[in-house]
């Protein structure tokens, strides 16, 4: 056999060795590895499962404490307390509490009271359960399913006194196993055949989870399903690892049979003719005399060049598969949190500061380095808003791929751009993960609430209008709104201004409805608010182009569509068997100087439409009104001499003056909102309200809470007498169709 033939045997027999390490041994470890650390992320779930479910445990048992150890449920039991019910145990308020059955027990064991969803008989069983095994929450088997119920003894606040059992549960159905699963962005549902054979059909993996009873009912079965995301990415790895590796054994052959040619058979060949009397010899000895050793060396070189290339390339490849390991969530809250907790954080601080922005070059990254890369940068980025909030009450949150919102206490101007420009430094320094260095920077739009916007929609609008003015100018900075509209608001507010004139004609204005809350259960009434759509803003902010309106005296105009607006659909409110509902409207200022012509329209109107004047509320906004104004004082006389009812909105925010409403003959005073922030926590703001209420009750004035926010608001203006409240603990304002479905429904629609 010639030397090139054996060693293009050899070097084949190589080539073919490495094929089938690689195939036979490497593949089947590295998925096997990967379908482990695919089942220890399910684990991982299955344990946030069962972990959130312990956490239900002990929120529905605290929940059920506070009320068992309440004075208002204890005389309840003992029959001292008649409007319980009514007050604490409707449908409504239990769903609010997501309890679908309560149950009460006097001091004999015997049900003294049970509302909910499950049948007869689940208090008593869920009862001696409890009993049996001694624990505050059991989970039981009930004919309608399965529910977690908490048991708790009836007692006064002090825990003194005990006169009886109480019972709370929550039903653990496919609704409950549905919100769980969005909760945890986990695919979680009931375990069942049809389960099974969908997440088999999507080539999945699955772990079941099961919720015991110890009353030998039926457990809870959960199904928590998830990719194979790991597996695939390896096995995808893996091929391009193959063709790689075969590209790499060709051009090794074809190397080594050229050197083979060059540095070994050619210089045999000359020896071969050199040495033609031991040519025999030198055949049958070629290892020797062509120095077999060093062939044998050569060979070990290669293969240790091969074997070095493989490791780089398996290398390369667990610092992919490694990314690819890691959780992809930041931990920051995300837009659902941010949309529930907002209300919440501007009730207790009454101002804030929204600051929102996005990652300048994410898609670089993401493209350059791939999406394992792009979510540790998301990650890091996370990272360093959390530490650079660190001390500070915020709310964090990541609201897109790559766009994250901070709403912090509200702040001046200067310290806000300040904020932000610190902002962008932190996320703009360089990041770095293994062999990847990278940066991005930061756009950053700041809004303020309530001076930019009152909802968090408007105010997510105007943060964002911001920010693309950040990235307009440059990038990699911080733009204030309330300072980018001075600086084009000049232009802004003519293109405005011209357009209002035909803004009523072209249709772009329309009423929205906020409902008027009688002690929070039964629509009274509902305020009507002009809202504008422009076609290239958008939604235009009211206290934007009110002024714009008053300036350029369209006001007259579409004060007197407003009227008739809101007159003819109360009467068709009425009409579909509301008659006792009234519509509330604003009046401005400016619309006085012409209020001859209005209170003609306000006849035409009450003529036309035949509803009740007393079903029809003018108000006047407080920190406009002089008592010594005679035109504002004929206005309201005139308004009362036809039975209409009027108010004065924002009571206590400009030049309020109990004294002054003397000369001011009003029907209806609405508090202004101030006077509500950090109720009941705020003393003086607390008695300052209830004693204006107490002397507006004297002098035969109805009072209006506006600016609601929060159940405990609501439960201090009805302990102190405070009926009549409006605000977003309620209801937002509301859509024609949207108000209409509140009004069938008959209860508060509870936006909070």
């Known amino acids: 056999m010639k030397i090139r033939t054996m060693v293009l045997l050899l070097t084949a027999v190589l080539c073919l060795g490495g094929v089938i390490v690689v195939e036979g041994v490497g593949s089947p470890m590295l998925l096997e590895e990967a379908k482990e650390n695919d089942a220890r992320v399910l684990e991982e779930n299955v344990g946030r499962t069962a972990n959130f479910l312990e956490l239900e445990e002990e929120a529905l048992h605290r929940q059920l404490i506070d009320w068992s150890e309440w004075n208002e449920t204890h005389d309840f039991i003992r ?271 009454g101002k804030a500061a929204l600051f929102y922005f996005d990652l300048d070059g994410f898609k670089q990254v993401n493209d350059t380095w791939g999406h394992e890369t792009g979510d540790l940068l998301l990650q890091e980025a996370a990272r360093r808003i959390r530490a650079f909030f660190d001390g500070e009450e915020a709310m964090l949150a990541r609201v897109g791929g790559d766009e994250f919102v901070v709403v912090t206490q509200a702040a001046p101007v200067d310290r806000l751009k300040q904020t932000g420009a610190l902002l962008v430094d932190v996320v703009s320094r360089e990041y770095r993960f293994g062999s990847v260095v990278t940066s991005v920077t930061a756009s950053v739009g700041v809004a303020s609430y309530p001076a930019d916007a009152e909802a968090l929609s408007q105010l997510l609008q105007a943060a964002d209008q911001a920010m693309y003015e950040a990235k307009q100018t440059g990038k990699a900075r911080a733009a204030v709104y309330a300072e980018m509209e001075l600086a084009d608001g000049f232009t802004r507010r003519e293109t405005l201004k011209r357009d209002l004139v035909k803004a009523l004609s072209r249709g772009e204005l329309r009423l929205v409805y906020q409902p008027i809350y009688e002690s929070g259960r039964k629509v009274q009434g509902a305020e009507a608010l002009l809202r504008w759509r422009h076609p290239v803003y958008g939604e235009v902010f009211p206290n934007q182009f009110i002024p714009l309106m008053e300036e350029s005296g369209v006001i007259h105009e579409a004060g007197r569509w407003v009227l008739r607006e809101s007159a003819g659909q109360l009467k068709r409110w009425q009409e579909q068997e509301r008659p006792d509902l009234y519509v509330s409207m604003n009046v401005s200022k400016a619309q006085l100087s012409e209020y001859r012509s209005f209170l003609t329209v306000l006849d035409e109107v009450l003529s036309e439409t035949g509803v009740s004047p007393k079903k029809l509320q003018m108000e006047i906004t407080e920190s406009e009104v002089h008592y010594d104004d005679s035109d504002l004082v004929t206005f309201i006389e005139e308004v009362s001499r036809r039975g209409v009812r009027t108010a004065l909105d924002d009571f206590g925010k400009g030049t309020a003056s109990l004294y002054g409403l003397r000369h001011l003959p009003v029907d209806v005073v609405k508090m202004d909102r101030s006077f509500m922030e950090n109720i009941p926590y705020d003393a003086f703001n607390a008695s300052v309200l209830v004693g204006i209420n107490s002397l507006l009750q004297e002098l035969d004035v109805h009072v209006t809470a506006e600016g609601i926010e929060n159940d405990e608001q609501y439960h201090f203006l009805l302990k102190h007498g405070i009926t009549s409240m409006q605000g977003y603990y309620f209801s937002r304002p509301l859509e024609t169709a949207d108000m209409e479905a509140v009004l069938q429904k008959g209860q508060p629609a509870l936006d909070a």
């Open 79 to 349: 029959n001292e307390n008649d409007d319980y019910i009514d007050m604490n145990l409707e449908e409504e308020m239990l769903e609010n509490i997501r309890v679908q059955h309560a149950a009460f027990f006097d001091e004999s064991g015997a049900l003294y009271y049970e509302t909910g969803l499950p049948g007869s008989g689940t208090a008593e069983a869920i009862l001696r359960q409890h009993e049996e095994e001694g624990d505050p929450v059991v989970i039981h088997a009930a004919e309608d399913g399965m529910m977690m119920a908490a048991v708790h003894p009836i007692t006064r606040n002090d825990g003194s006194d005990p006169a009886g059992m109480m019972i709370m549960s929550r039903m653990l159905d496919e609704t409950y196993i549905e919100n769980l699963g969005e909760l945890l962005s986990i695919d979680i549902a009931a375990e069942s055949a049809a389960r099974g054979d969908a997440v088999a059909a999507s080539d999945r993996i699955s772990r079941t989870y099961r919720l015991q009873t110890q009353d030998a009912g039926q457990p809870l079965e959960l199904s928590i399903a998830g990719n194979q995301t790991i597996y695939n990415s390896q096995l995808e790895h893996l091929q391009q690892l193959k063709q790689t590796a075969g590209i790499v054994f060709l051009g090794v052959l074809l190397l080594v049979l050229l050197l083979t040619r060059k540095y070994v058979v050619r210089p045999i060949s000359q020896v071969a003719l050199q040495l033609q009397d031991v040519q025999l010899d030198q055949r049958r000895g070629t290892r020797t005399r062509i120095h077999v050793p060093s062939r044998l060396i050569e060979t070990q070189d290669l293969e240790k060049e091969i074997n070095s290339m493989l490791e780089k390339l398996q290398k390369s490849h667990e610092e992919i598969t490694e990314l690819a390991y890691h959780d992809q969530l930041t931990g920051l809250g995300n837009r659902f949190y941010l949309t529930h907790t907002f209300t919440d954080f501007t009730a207790k601080h």
